[in-house]
C-alpha cells in the first residue's frame, strides 16, 4: 500500500562504524552501540510497568512513522507531549524504519538509540506501548554485515535467518519489558510468491511461530499477532482473484483472505490478530463514494472475527487517495475528518476492537492528516483535530463497549455510532442537514462530526 523509504540509502561498513564510535564517546544512552547477543538483554531507562495483566484489545490510537514528537523544537515536543498525555493512547512503533535505525546492523551488535528514543516518548506521555517486529537488518536478507541499503527496507529476511530475526524479535521483548504487545511483521513485505502470483503465507508463518515461540520465551503473557496482511479489493465481482466478501464498494482480494486463514489455520498460537486496508480498490477507486465504501471495513472485520475467533487489530486504515508520493492532501480537514470517523464506525460496527491511525507527520506548515503540528516549527506541537478524533473516540467507545441502535431521522446517509452514553455522528455532505437522533432535533454543518450526550 505503501512504498516509503525513510533513511539515505547505502551506507558502508566504515562509515557505520564510525558513527558507532562517535555516538558512544557523545554519552548517548545505553541504547547505542554494543555486543550483547550471548547474554541476557538489557533492560533500557525505567519501564512503566503495568499493573494488571496485558488485555488483547487495547482501543484507537496511532503509529509513530519517520517523524514524531521525540524531535524538533523543544517548546514544541513539550506541547506534543503535553497533548499525547491528555489521554492515554496506544502507541506503535516499528524496530527498523518509520523513525527506527537498524537495530542489529551485524550479527550480535546492537543499536538501539532511535527505538529507546521512541519507547521513552511514550512511556513519557503515560501511552500503551505496541511494537511491531519489522524490518530486518540487511545481512538477514542477503546484504552485507554492518550495512544498511534503506531501498531494501521491504525485503523480507531469508528462510535462513529466521532464528535469527525471533533472537532479535527476543532481544527487543527484554529490552523493553512495559511493551506486552508485539505485532510480527508489517504487510507481508516481501512474502509475495512472483511464480504462483499469491503471498506466501507458509513462509510467513513459518517466521512468525519462531517469532512467537521466542516472545513467550521472554515473557508469557507477551500477547502476540499477525499476518497484518493488506484487506486489499477489486472493484467488481468478476475481477480476478474477487471473492465473496463484497459489496457495493467492490471485493475483497480473494488471496488476502487465503493468507489469513492459512496462518489461523497453522499458527502456534495468536493473541490477536491484525489486519490492515484502504476503503478504496486497488485500482484506486471509492465505491459508490468515499463514505459509503468504508462498509468495507465492516464487511472485513466481521469475515476476519468469524474465521479466527481472536480479538481483531486495524495496523493501519486509509480512507483518502493517495497520489504518486503517496501524500493524501486533496480533501479538506474537516472533509478527511469526517471520513476518517466514518471509516472507524464500520470498523467498530465490525467488531474491531483496536486500531491504529498512520500518522503523516512532516516538518513544514502544511500536514494533512496529521495529529499535532509538526514539533520542527517553534509554535508547533499544538493538538490538531484527529488527535481529538482518535482520544474522544477511544474514550467513548473502549472495546467491549456494547453498541446500541437509535433511531435516526432526517437523512439515511447520516453515520453514527452509539453506546449507552454517548452518540457520535457524522454528515456526510458538505452542506447542512437536519435530523432527529435519538429524539433530538439538531442541525449538522457540511461534513460535521458531533458528539452527543445520553
Known sequence: MRVERWRLAGLIGAGVVALALLLSMCGFPSGGWRDDSRGPGEVYGTPRMPGAPPRPELGW???HTQLSADEGEKQARERAADALSQRSLPQNQHIMGWGADNPEPSPGRYDFTALDSRIELVRRTGGTPVITLCCAPDWMKGGSEGTTDWSKLETAPS???YKDFARLA????ERYPDVRHFIVWNEFKGFFDDRKKRWDYEGYTELYNLVYDELKRVREDNLVGGPYVVMDSVASADSDHASAVSGDWGSIDQRALDAVTYWNQHKRGADFVVID??????????LPDEFAATEKFTAASRWVRKETGL???WAEWYVELSDENDQRDGWSERHRLAVHATGMIAMARGGAGTGFYWNPQRKGEECAGCLWRSTHLPDGGRKLPILELLSRFGEAFPPGTRHERVPVSGDDRVRLLASAEAILVVNPHDRPVQVTVDGQSIELTGYEVRWLRR
Open 159 to 161: 528462510r535462513a535467518h
Open 311 to 313: 480479538p481483531l487489530w
Open 170 to 173: 527476543g532481544k527487543v521483548a
Open 61 to 63: 490510537g496511532f503509529t
Open 277 to 286: 486496508g484502504a476503503s478504496y480498490t486497488k485500482d484506486q477507486r471509492l
